[in-house]
C-alpha cells in the first residue's frame, strides 16, 4: 500500500508545486470575483432605453451640422475646407474636418485651398468672410453661423 | 428577418468555412473552437468576398458577395458529406454499448458548475455595462469614426467610386490600412440597406466576445473546463480590452486573430494534424488583413513556423513542405488582398510607401538610448499597472519561469511567449522608427499594442501556472 503510494508520489507534481497551482486558482478567482465595473453615469440609462428602443433618430452622428450644406455641393469629386486657423493633423481643433468628411463621404474634402469648391467653416460669419478673402474664395452661400459655400475666384 | 440574416449568414459561413479542416482529426474540442472562430471568420471572409467583388464589379457587389458565400457553403457542406464515415456510427454505437451513466465525481462537477456560473455572470454584467457605455457614444472612437467607418461609407454610399476610400488626398485616414473592419460594417450596411449604426457595436462585442469563447475552447482543451470558464472571465474583466472593444478599435479583433492563428497551431504541432495548418494559415492572414500590425505577426509567426518545423524532426522533406503547403495556402487570400492593396490601390503610408530611405530609418531607430529607455519605461509602466491588467503580466512572468525551470520544450507551450516576443520586438522598432513624436505614439497607440497578445498571453499563462487534467 505504501509502496503503490510512494510510486505515485514519485510521479506526480512535487508537493509544493501542486499547492502554488491551487494558490494560482484562488488568486485568480478571487481577481474575477472581486473586480468592479465603473459605474455608468445617470444620463446612459435613459439613453439606452431610446437606443434599444428604437429611437435611433435622437442620436446624431459627427458632422451631421454639415448636412445641411449637402444641396449646394456636388456628389461627388473634391472640395476644399477652410477653418480659423491653417490645417495641423495634431491639433484637436482639426476633429470638424474629419467630422465633415465623415458626413459628407464620398465626397473628397482636402485642408488646402486648391479646390474649385469650398466649405468654409469659421467660427463666426466674420471670420468666415476673412478666410475666404485670404484663401482667394468669393461665397455663394451663407455665412451662417461661420458656415459658408465658396467658389474660387479667377 | 433582415438584421437577423445578417446576423447569422457570416458566422455560418465561417462555420462552413472551418469544418471541412477539422473533420477526421483530433482536433480537440470542436464545437468550443467552431462557437469561438465561426463570427471573426465569418465576418473575415465576407469582407474579403466584398473587397474582390469591388475590384471586379462594384455595381453588383453585393449579390456577388452573396452568391459566393452561399457557393462556398454549399462547397463545404457537399464536402462534409462526401467524406462522412457510416463506419463511425457503428463506432459510437459499439462504443456506447448497453446504455450506461457517466460516473460521477463530485469535485469536478462542482468546478465545472462553479466556472460556468461565473462565465455567465460576468458575462451579463459585461453585456449590461457594454450597452450602458455604447449608449454613452454610439459612434466609437475617433479611429473607428474617422478611420474605419468612413472607408466602410465610400463602399456603401458610391459602389462605382469606393477607390476614392485609397485617395492619398483624404487627410489623416491611412489610406494603406487593411479593410477587414470596413469591409465587414460594409457588408452589415449593403445587406440590411443603410448606414445601421448599431452594426459597429454588434461587430465589436462579437468580437470581444469570440476572444472569451477561443480562451474556453483552448483552456478546456488543454487543461479542464473550469479553468477555461476562469480563463474567459479573467479576460473580460480586463479594463484596456473592454475599453477598446467599447470604442469598436481593430485591435481587438487583431488580438484575436494573433491568439487564434497561433494557439491552433499549437494544436497543430501538438496533434501532427496537417490539415489544422490551413486554419492557423487562415487566422493568421485575416490578421493580416485587419490591422498593419497583422502584417508583422504573420512574417514574425510564418519564421517561428518555418523554424520549428525545420528543427522539428520531421521524417522527410515532403512532410515539411506539406505543412508549409497548408499553411500557404489557408493564408492565401487575405494575404493576395493585402498584396493588392499594398501594391496598387493604398500605395502611400507611414512606413511602406512613405518614401524614407532605410538610412532614415536606422538614424531613427539608432538616435539615443534615451528613447529606447522611454518605450521601456512604457512598458515597466503599463505591465505594473494593476488596475489595468489585474496581475496578468505577473502570471506571465511566473509562467515563464516555470517553463525556462520544468519541461520548457514540452508540448509546444513556449510558441506563445516566442510570438509574444517577436512581436512586441517589432512594434518597439516601429514605434522608434514612427515618424510621429515618440512620446504622443506612446500615448495614442502604446496600450493598444500591447493589447495585440493579451488573449495570447492569457492562455500561455493559465495553461502554464493550471493544474493539468491528471491532478485536479
Redesign the interface.
Known sequence: MLKDRLKVERNGLPSWTRIARVVFYGVAFLLVITSRKPSAPPQAYPLRRILFGGHSAMFKSPGFEFGSLKPFLPQTGKVSFIMDIPYDPHDARMEPFCAAQAHLAPLVLTPFPSERVAIINCSNAAMAIRRSHETNYRIIQGPSGGKAIAVKQP | MTFFSAFIFPPLLGCLLIAPFLQHTRFPQKILFLSAVSFPIGYGACSLLLFFAYLVAPPVATWTTLVAGLGIMIFSVKKLLSSFRPTRLSFWAKSIGPFSLPKFNLLPTVFLITGFL?FVF?LI??LD?Y??????N??GG?DA??FW??KA??MF??PA?WQ?LF?P?????HPDYPLLLPGSLAWGWLWLGKEA??WAPFLAIGFYLSCAFLLIWYLTSTVSAFTGY?GA??FL?LGPCFFWAVHFYADVPLSFFIAGATLTAVIALREKEEKLWRVSGLLSGLAAWTKNEGILFILSFSCLLMAILFFEKIKSKRQFSRRLYCFLSGAILPVLAILILKTFLGTTGDYLGSGRTLFDYLTLLFSGWDRVLLLLNAYRKSVTSFTLW??LWG?FLIAVFYLGFRNGRSRYKWVPVGIFLLVNLGYAVAILTSPYNLE?QIQTAFERLLLHTVPLVLAFS?ET????PN?Q
Not at chain 2, 131 to 136: A, E, M
Not at chain 2, 169 to 173: E, S, V
Not at chain 2, 465 to 468: D, K, R
Open positions: 461565473l460576468i454584467r459585461t455595462f450597452s450602458l457605455t455604447i449608449s454613452l454610439v459612434f475617433w469614426y474617422y467607418a468612413l461609407k465610400f454610399r458610391a467610386e476614392n485617395s488626398d483624404l487627410f489623416w485616414t449604426f448599431l476562469l472571465s479573467f474583466i489585474r496581475g502570471f504622443w493559465f501556472l493550471a493544474l493539468s491532478h
